[in-house]
C-alpha cells in the first residue's frame, strides 16, 4: 500500500470510530437515565385531618441503623401542598434524618420529592439510628388547609453482631500486630546495645 492511500484512508476510518462511539454512548445512556424507583415493601396509611397519607418503606420490619428508603404521598398527591415532618426517637429526642438535615441542624424536616421518584416525598437511604418506638409527625398544608398526623414506627435491634463484638473483631488483628512488635522490639534490644557499644568503642 503506498503512503498516500494509506493517508487517504484515515478520515474514512475515523469517521467510523466516532460513529460507533456516538452509536454506543447512545445506547447505554437510556441504561444509565432509567433509575429504578425506590422499592415498597410495606406501606402505612395515616389520617391527617380530613385527608390521608401513605407512609412507604422499603425494608420491613425496620431494623436500627439500616438504611432504607422512604416515600411519603399524600391523597391527592403531592402537587400544591408542602408538608414537614418531625422524628421523635424512643427517648423523646428530636432528630434529624439524612446527612443534609443533620449537617442542617434541621429539627423539623421540609420534605421535598424523593430523588429517585419526583412523584412523592421521600428521604432517601435513611437509617433510623436507635431501637425502639420513634414518632414521625407530619404537618401537611394543601387546599384544605393545615392538618397533622402522627405516625408510630417500631425499630427493632441493629442487624448482625453487638457493636462491641464488631469492634473488637476489627481491631483484634491490630492489638495481635501490636503486641508481636513490642515483643520484637524487646527481642532486639541486647543486640542494639551490642551494636551500639561495637560503634562507641
Avoid: C, N, Q
Avoid at 399524600?74 to 428530636?94: F, H, K, N, W
Avoid at 425502639?132 to 387546599?143: A, K, Q, S
Amino acid at each position: 500500500m503506498s503512503r498516500r492511500s494509506m493517508w487517504t484512508g484515515w478520515p474514512r476510518t475515523a469517521l467510523v470510530m466516532m460513529s460507533a462511539a456516538v452509536a454506543l454512548l447512545s445506547a447505554a445512556t437510556p441504561a444509565a437515565a432509567a433509575v429504578p424507583k425506590p422499592e415498597r415493601v410495606h406501606s402505612e396509611t395515616m389520617t391527617l385531618g380530613g385527608t390521608t397519607m401513605t407512609a412507604s418503606f422499603s425494608d420491613w420490619p425496620l431494623r436500627a441503623t439500616r438504611s432504607l428508603d422512604f416515600t411519603f404521598e399524600p391523597a391527592g398527591g403531592i402537587e400544591g401542598r408542602r408538608g414537614t415532618l418531625r422524628a421523635v426517637s424512643p427517648g423523646g429526642a428530636v432528630t434529624a434524618l439524612g446527612m443534609a438535615s443533620r449537617l442542617a441542624g434541621e429539627k423539623e424536616m421540609t420534605l421535598v420529592r424523593h430523588p429517585r421518584d419526583y412523584g412523592v416525598w421521600g428521604l432517601d437511604a435513611v437509617a433510623l439510628p436507635e431501637e425502639g418506638m420513634w414518632r414521625f409527625e407530619f404537618t401537611l398544608h394543601g387546599p384544605e388547609g393545615a392538618s397533622t398526623g402522627t405516625l408510630a414506627l417500631p425499630v427493632g435491634p441493629r442487624p448482625g453482631p453487638p457493636i462491641l463484638l464488631s469492634w473488637t473483631a476489627g481491631l483484634l488483628p491490630w492489638i495481635i500486630a501490636g503486641f508481636w512488635l513490642t515483643y520484637r522490639w524487646i527481642r532486639s534490644r541486647p543486640a542494639r546495645r551490642r551494636i551500639a557499644s561495637a560503634w562507641s568503642g
